[in-house]
C-alpha cells in the first residue's frame, strides 16, 4: 500500500482535535445509548449523584409528619387536643384522619377533627397545649 492510499485509508491526521463543527449527537437522545466512553461515564455518574441527593433530601423532609386533632368521648363528656406521629405517606390532613381514627377508637375516643399536619419544627409550639396526649397516638 503506497503512503497515499493508506493516508485515505486512515483518513488524514493534523493537530486539530476538536470537535466537528457539525457535532450534533447531543441532539439525537439514542447517542447516550451507543456512547461507551469515558463521556458516558461522568455523565451517569453526575446523574446518579444528583438523585440519590434528591431521594436523600426529599426522604429527610417527609421522614416526619405530625398532625394536631380534636376528639372526645362521651358518658361523661371529655373533649381531647392532642398532637400525634403520623407516618410520612399520611401527611395530609384527610390521611392522618384515616390512620388515626382506629387508633382513638382503641381508647373510646371518637376523632373530630384534624387540624393540621406539619413536621418536627411545630411540635414545640404545641407540646404545651396537647399535654398528656402530646404524641401518645
Known amino acids: 500500500m503506497t503512503s497515499m492510499n ?3 485509508a486512515e483518513g488524514r491526521k493534523s493537530g486539530n482535535n476538536g470537535p466537528l463543527l457539525s457535532d450534533n449527537r447531543w441532539a439525537n437522545p439514542l447517542w ?12 451517569h455518574m453526575k446523574h446518579v449523584v444528583l438523585i ?8 429527610a423532609a417527609q ?10 368521648r362521651d ?3 371529655q373533649l381531647q387536643y ?4 403520623v407516618s410520612d405517606s399520611a401527611c395530609s390532613k384527610q390521611a392522618a384522619a384515616r390512620e388515626l381514627a ?7 375516643w371518637t376523632l373530630l377533627t384534624v ?21 401518645r397516638y
Not at 447516550?32 to 455523565?43: A, D, H, I, Q
Not at 382506629?102 to 373510646?108: I, R, S, V, W
Request: net charge positive; hydrophobic share 40%.
Open 63 to 72: 421522614a416526619e409528619c405530625y398532625a394536631d386533632y380534636k376528639a372526645k
Open 6 to 8: 493508506r493516508d485515505w
Open 115 to 135: 387540624l393540621s399536619t406539619f413536621g418536627p419544627d411545630g411540635l414545640e409550639q404545641r407540646k404545651a397545649s396537647a399535654g398528656q396526649y402530646f404524641l
Open 52 to 59: 440519590l441527593a434528591l431521594l436523600a433530601s426529599a426522604s
Open 102 to 108: 382506629p387508633k382513638l377508637k382503641a381508647d373510646g
Open 32 to 43: 447516550l445509548l451507543n456512547n461507551t466512553g469515558v463521556e458516558r461515564s461522568v455523565f
Open 82 to 85: 392532642g398532637v400525634a406521629q
Open 75 to 77: 358518658n361523661p363528656l
